[in-house]
C-alpha cells in the first residue's frame, strides 16, 4: 500500500499531478481545492494517499492532510459515493466543511459538489452523521491542532473539572465523563478553526443547557450556537 508520496512536480492536469519520486513518475488523482493548494511543477510537494484497486485499474488520490484522507475513506463507505464524487466533495467543502456540514445535516452544502444530486446528498447525511463526531474528535492527531493540555484552562474544561471534584465515587465519575465529553467537543471545534474562546464558550453553553448531552450532541449544539444568525 502507497500510504505516502513525496517528490517533485513534473506537471499539473484538471484533476491530477505527476510526481517524480527518484526517477518513477506516479499520476496522483487530487481534488481542485488540493490541486489549487500545490506549488507548480519542478518545485517539491508531499502528498498522503490511498490507492484504488480495480480489476482493470490502479489510481492513487493525494490528500494534503490525513484528515482528509479519513473523510475521503468514510465518504466512500455511502453507497452511490464513489472516489470522484467523494474528490468532488472534498474539493468544494474541505475537510472541515465536510464535517460541518454533516454534523449540522446540512444536505445543501453537500449537494453544491459538482455532480452530487439531492438524493445522494441525503444519503451522505443520513449515513455519516452519527460517525462525524468521531472524526472530529480525531482531528487534533491527524492535523495541526493544539493539545489538550494547551486548552485545559478554558471555562468549559474548568467547570467539567471542577464538578468531577464533587464528593463521592458517582459524583466524581460523572463529573470525569463531562469533563471528557466537554474536552473532546471543544478540541473538535478547534479542529475546525474557531477561537479557542468562542469555542469554549459554546461548549460551555451547550453542556449547561443540556447536562446529560454526549459528545456527538455537544458538538451539534455548539455548532448551531456558533452558526453566523
Same mark, same amino acid.
Request: charged content about 20%; proline content about 5%; glycine content about 12%.
Given at each position: 500500500?502507497?500510504?505516502?508520496?513525496?517528490?517533485?512536480?513534473? @506537471?499539473?492536469?484538471?484533476?491530477?499531478?505527476?510526481?517524480?519520486?527518484?526517477?518513477?513518475?506516479?499520476?496522483?488523482?487530487?481534488?481542485?481545492?488540493?490541486?489549487?493548494?500545490?506549488?507548480?511543477?519542478?518545485?517539491?510537494? !508531499?502528498?498522503?494517499?490511498?490507492?484504488?484497486?480495480?480489476?482493470?485499474?490502479?489510481?492513487?488520490?493525494?490528500?494534503?492532510?490525513?484528515?482528509?484522507?479519513? @473523510?475521503?475513506?468514510? =465518504?466512500?463507505?455511502?453507497?452511490?459515493?464513489?472516489?470522484?464524487?467523494?474528490?468532488?466533495?472534498?474539493?468544494?467543502?474541505?475537510?472541515?466543511?465536510?464535517?460541518?456540514?454533516?454534523? =449540522?445535516?446540512? +444536505?445543501? *452544502?453537500?449537494?453544491?459538489?459538482?455532480?452530487?444530486?439531492?438524493?445522494? !446528498?441525503?444519503?451522505?447525511?443520513?449515513?455519516?452523521?452519527?460517525?462525524?463526531?468521531?472524526?472530529?474528535?480525531? /482531528?487534533?492527531?491527524?492535523?495541526?491542532?493544539?493539545?489538550?493540555?494547551?486548552?485545559?484552562?478554558?471555562?468549559?474544561?474548568?467547570?467539567? /473539572?471542577?464538578?468531577?471534584?464533587?464528593?463521592?465515587?458517582?459524583? +466524581?465519575?460523572?463529573?470525569?465523563?463531562?469533563?471528557?465529553?466537554?474536552?473532546?467537543?471543544?478540541? *473538535? =471545534?478547534?479542529?475546525?478553526?474557531?477561537?479557542?474562546?468562542?469555542?469554549?464558550?459554546?461548549?460551555?453553553?451547550?453542556?449547561?443547557? +443540556?447536562?446529560?448531552?454526549?459528545? !456527538? *450532541? =455537544?458538538?451539534?449544539?455548539?455548532?448551531?450556537?456558533?452558526?453566523?444568525?
Amino acid at each position: 500500500m502507497i500510504g505516502r508520496i513525496a517528490g517533485r512536480i513534473d @506537471w499539473k492536469g484538471g484533476d491530477s499531478v505527476l510526481i517524480d519520486v527518484r526517477g518513477v513518475g506516479y499520476i496522483v488523482h487530487v481534488s481542485e481545492r488540493t490541486l489549487a493548494g500545490l506549488p507548480g511543477p519542478g518545485e517539491h510537494c !508531499a502528498l498522503f494517499t490511498e490507492l484504488l484497486v480495480r480489476e482493470d485499474l490502479l489510481q492513487l488520490f493525494g490528500f494534503p492532510t490525513m484528515l482528509e484522507k479519513e @473523510w475521503h475513506k468514510l =465518504l466512500t463507505t455511502v453507497q452511490g459515493v464513489g472516489a470522484k464524487a467523494s474528490m468532488a466533495i472534498l474539493g468544494t467543502l474541505g475537510a472541515e466543511g465536510v464535517a460541518r456540514a454533516i454534523t =449540522l445535516g446540512d +444536505a445543501k *452544502a453537500v449537494q453544491a459538489a459538482p455532480g452530487v444530486g439531492p438524493k445522494l !446528498a441525503q444519503r451522505v447525511i443520513l449515513e455519516l452523521k452519527s460517525k462525524a463526531p468521531g472524526v472530529m474528535v480525531q /482531528a487534533a492527531g491527524l492535523s495541526a491542532a493544539p493539545e489538550l493540555d494547551e486548552v485545559i484552562e478554558t471555562p468549559v474544561v474548568v467547570a467539567a /473539572a471542577r464538578a468531577a471534584k464533587a464528593p463521592g465515587k458517582a459524583a +466524581a465519575s460523572e463529573g470525569a465523563r463531562r469533563a471528557a465529553q466537554s474536552a473532546d467537543a471543544l478540541s *473538535a =471545534l478547534l479542529n475546525l478553526g474557531y477561537g479557542q474562546g468562542d469555542a469554549a464558550q459554546a461548549v460551555a453553553s451547550a453542556a449547561g443547557e +443540556a447536562p446529560e448531552a454526549d459528545t !456527538a *450532541a =455537544l458538538i451539534r449544539a455548539s455548532l448551531k450556537l456558533l452558526a453566523p444568525r
